[in-house]
């Protein structure tokens, strides 16, 4: 058994992207290439964008602190702190609006 403090590193993770030059910083928490989930934190300052991507499979975002939205297309979706966004199948993007530390979770399809 192992506990982690989400919130915790999410200030660690927001703090590390605040220092770094593209602006995000990032830290698996759980699985990895191996696994079918994997779970990340990542910290972006406001204005970061997470270039548009596919999608490895099932995956969502739930807003640890700050405000973030998710672009798809001509669609987009506004999330703030506790909200839970679930990821569209489709190519899409990520934009911190204000400086912001996301829990995403992902099941890769096989």
Same mark, same amino acid.
């Given at each position: 058994?192992?506990? $982690?403090? $989400?919130?915790?590193?999410?200030? #660690? #993770? ?16 759980? =699985? =990895?290439?191996?696994?079918?989930? !994997? #779970? ?26 700050? !405000?973030? !939205?998710?672009?798809? =297309? ?8 506790? @909200?839970?966004? $679930?990821?569209? @199948?489709? !190519? ?19």
């Amino acid at each position: 058994m192992q506990k $982690i403090s $989400i919130e915790a590193l999410a200030r #660690q #993770q927001l703090a590390a992207a605040a220092s770094a030059s593209s602006g995000r910083a990032a830290d698996t928490v759980y =699985g =990895g290439h191996e696994k079918v989930l !994997r #779970q990340t934190v990542i910290g972006m300052v406001k204005g970061t964008v997470l270039a548009e991507h596919e999608n490895p499979g099932d995956a969502t975002v739930f807003v640890v602190s700050g !405000r973030v !939205r998710l672009i798809v =297309g001509e669609d987009s979706w506004q999330a703030r702190t506790g @909200d839970l966004l $679930i990821v569209p @199948d489709a !190519r899409h993007s990520l934009e911190a609006e204000e400086d912001a530390a996301v829990l995403l979770t992902v099941a890769k399809r096989p």
